[in-house]
């Protein structure tokens, strides 16, 4: 399994809300950092079990995974409960095959402001 | 120059706010997406009036930079006028040696909520 296949894997989990069988993937000692929040999770069953008591179903789509040497960058759109979708980018280091680290980013969705509306164009 | 060194000197330029100096780091055509906002910049000239339009003083430092072939990802924080930093996670992709296009998610600071305290530590 390449590293890149790894996160895939791990999305996948998270979308089918399977956390038992994503726990394989991660080292033990895995560590998240998230810091927009400044929340640190150390250990596997920590990160398991936030993510297991996230509020409401999430649904995971991965839109990129940027691979290099030990690193893995992936870029996913989350639905949680039907609502706009939400933003995740994490930075994972991988070890001995497994994900021992990742740094997330969450990037909440909000109104394009007014001020720049000349320079830009609406996504469809 | 390598294609991470464009995106270094890219967020150096808007460190130290100069739009006119980073211009030439960028294809004339080059195209933005932050999908957050769903917004699309099209253009160097419109990227660029966004950004020196942008309220207030930004500083940005880097904190990673993953190089992949053509792909470029940068994690920044950003302190826009001493307010708590946010962070900018941007996928680019390198054209002839300039950088064609990005797409872009930031990360506002957030309050750590309460039901998932038991799992987690504060960083510092």
């Given at each position: 399994m390449s590293k890149g296949d790894l996160v895939r894997k791990l999305w996948a989990g998270f979308d089918a809300g399977d956390f038992d069988g994503v726990?394989?993937?991660?080292?033990?000692?895995f560590v998240a950092e998230w810091p927009q929040s400044r929340e640190r999770m150390r250990g596997r069953a920590n990160f398991l079990a936030v993510n297991r008591n996230y509020p409401g179903v999430s649904r995971c789509s991965v839109r990129r995974i940027v691979e290099a040497g030990d690193v893995v960058v992936s870029e996913v759109e989350i639905v949680n409960d039907g609502k706009p979708p939400i933003f995740a980018v994490s930075f994972f280091e991988v070890r001995e095959g497994r994900l021992a680290r990742a740094v997330e980013y969450w990037g909440e969705p909000y109104e394009a402001p007014a001020w720049r509306s000349q320079w830009v164009e609406k996504l469809s």
């Open positions: 726990s394989p993937l991660l080292h033990e000692d």
